[in-house]
């Protein structure tokens, strides 16, 4: 089944602590993006990868990191989360970036930073 | 002014009745996707137009490129019609690899 897949997708920290929260997708994308979604505020990129090693900022990355080493994996990593940081976050893919290429988005990840 | 604004922010119809969700933009863009975000949270892509009209079922989406509007018509609505439909656009601005999103509007579909 083509789907993209995050872990875990719940999770409850303190600040500062260091997480990963992984995404992976098994449809051979070449773009990924993160997204994160808070009242209010609606969805806003965090970061995008058009492939391999190939990574840029969205509208909020401050605070985040990301890596893509491999084609199907695209993690996001909090150095130090702070309480702000609290949010529903959202892994997707898709082919490519034209206007013919659907979004495939992950179940979402819960986090809570105290 | 947000680049991507919806409306009306809330809706609440009656099972039957023809429903239509406004998104206007401000940027120049290639693309503009709707998406649907059921109540358990997960968002599936409805529909991706540049230009003109796609249907789906009894879904109906439009793209004004000169007047920077979509539509998201829904024919026949259903109770489990009822979710948060948010539009974005991938702007042609941003070498299109950045999708920016209104604040989604809630649709209650009642029985």
């Not at chain 1, 997480?19 to 995008?48: A, F, K």
């Not at chain 1, 130090?80 to 959202?90: A, I």
């Not at chain 2, 879904?59 to 998201?72: G, V």
Request: aromatic share 8%; hydrophobic share 30%; charged share 20%.
């Amino acid at each position: 089944e083509a789907q993209v897949t995050q872990n875990p997708r719940y999770l409850i920290t303190v600040t500062g602590k260091k997480l990963t929260v992984t995404c992976s997708q098994n449809m051979n994308h070449e773009y990924m993006s993160w997204y994160r979604q808070d009242p209010g505020l609606g969805l806003r990129q965090i970061y995008y990868s058009m492939n391999v090693e190939v990574t840029d900022k969205g509208d909020v990355p401050e605070g985040y990191k990301v890596s893509r080493k491999e084609k199907r994996n695209f993690p996001l990593i909090l150095e130090s989360p702070s309480p702000n940081q609290t949010s529903l976050y959202f892994c997707a893919s898709s082919r490519g970036q034209g206007a013919r290429n659907e979004q495939f988005f992950g179940p979402g990840t819960r986090l809570t930073v105290l | 002014k947000n680049e991507v604004e919806q409306s009306p922010q809330n809706l609440t119809a009656q099972e039957g009745e023809f429903i239509t969700i406004n998104c206007s933009y401000s940027v120049g863009i290639s693309a503009l996707h709707w998406l649907q975000q059921h109540p358990g949270g997960g968002i599936v892509s409805l529909f991706m137009l540049s230009s003109g009209k796609k249907k789906h079922g009894r879904l109906i989406a439009t793209i004004n490129i000169q007047e920077k509007h979509s539509s998201l018509h829904i024919t026949a609505s259903h109770p489990r019609d009822s979710a948060v439909y948010i539009c974005a656009v991938r702007s042609r601005e941003t070498s299109g690899s950045r999708l920016t999103f209104g604040e989604g509007t809630q649709l209650t579909v009642n029985p």
